[in-house]
């Protein structure tokens, strides 16, 4: 495995790749996913999609995003999640960030893995068969040379490719269960109904217990979900016996 790989692994795959894989796992047989992606078309200018890249990490506090080069016709930013979480909460993740971020931009030009259907982004880098040309993670700061043609006419260096994403960071289980609950915020009714959670507040309760229970998640993350507990003073009811 070479460090492209290792760093794909890191961020965003839910298996190992294996060397002869030209379609590593994005989405399990669970439907649990590590990465979202949004693409912004072409015909979107580069100062909305460059707004769009800082505003998730100024507005909402999320880890840079990877951008890359679609290879076709726009500009990918990839999120990475530490932990695996259900494909229900990746669409309303995804759909949070359309709607606090993407409002000003037209419906048709803007498209979110994974879909509904567990299907997901193409893995970057890799050549595009409707175009010949490779999609590729690019330098931020370097975008609006792209803005015109999205894409590498070659193959990019692995080592360049890992050398981009070795510094980026993954969605931590707290940060993500905040996220979960803005997509469906409780209803203020009384203090009494905000101190147990409502239905997204139980998806989260019960997304970050697994994570903290979860021998194979490292143990950094499994502590950092047992801190984002601690809100939840009172435990939802179980549906067992």
């Given at each position: 495995m070479n460090r492209l790989q290792s760093e794909?692994?890191?961020l965003y795959l839910l298996e190992?790749?294996?060397?002869d894989s030209a379609?590593?796992?994005?989405i399990d047989a669970q439907g649990r996913v590590r990465a979202i992606v949004v693409?912004?078309?072409r015909s979107v200018p580069w100062e909305q999609v460059a707004a769009f890249w800082h505003r998730v990490q100024d507005d909402a506090g999320l880890p840079p995003?990877?951008?890359a080069v679609s290879g076709q016709d726009g500009f990918q930013l990839w999120f990475s999640v530490a932990v695996p979480v259900p494909l229900a909460q990746a669409l309303d993740v995804a759909q949070w960030l359309r709607q606090q971020y993407g409002a000003d931009v037209v419906p048709a030009q803007l498209r979110t893995w994974p879909t509904p259907q567990q299907?997901?982004?193409g893995l970057v880098p890799a050549v595009q068969s409707a175009t010949g040309y490779w999609s590729a993670f690019i330098v931020p700061g370097l975008g609006s040379m792209f803005a015109d043609e999205?894409?590498?006419e070659r193959a990019p260096s692995p080592e360049a490719q890992a050398d981009l994403l070795q510094p980026l960071q993954s969605i931590t289980p707290a940060a993500w269960s905040r996220m979960v609950q803005q997509c469906h915020p409780a209803p203020s009714t009384s203090t009494a109904a905000l101190a147990t959670p409502g239905p997204a507040g139980?998806?989260?309760?019960h997304f970050l217990h697994s994570v903290m229970n979860d021998v194979a998640v490292p143990l950094p993350l499994r502590m950092e979900a047992a801190k984002a507990l601690l809100p939840y003073s009172i435990k939802p009811v179980s549906s067992q016996p």
């Open positions: 794909l692994r890191r190992d790749i294996a060397a379609a590593p796992a994005l693409e912004l078309a995003p990877a951008l299907q997901h982004a999205p894409w590498l139980v998806d989260a309760y």
